[in-house]
């Protein structure tokens, strides 16, 4: 408990020293109109319009990073299938392999994997 109490102490004091420095060797210039306004590509901002965003692109990318987080998950399992614990974690492997096929079937059927309909 005391060393979880000086990991916490620690890191504040440093995000606070870190702080304060920052502070004094930023530069403060009064922000002016031109620095205000949104600049992409060389193309002016004329319209205060929106485009609209495509779902199907954000649920691909939520797709992509959820079956990449699973994969990163699934890189301790040879440690614990190898531990004391073989049968838990064969069993747990397994299971987390069935889900991962079960969204995956959930998504194709879904039809969100299909790009161009």
Known sequence: MLMVLYLVITSSLLVIFLK???LMI???SP???EELTPYECGFEHHNVSRVPFSLRYFFLTLIFLLFDLEIVLMLF???VILSNFFALGLVLLTLFVFILYLSLIYEWNDGTLEWLS
Request: charged share 15%.
């Open 20 to 22: 304060i420095v920052s």
């Open 77 to 79: 399992m040879p440690y």
């Open 31 to 33: 922000l002016n109109r």
């Open 26 to 28: 930023a530069e403060s």
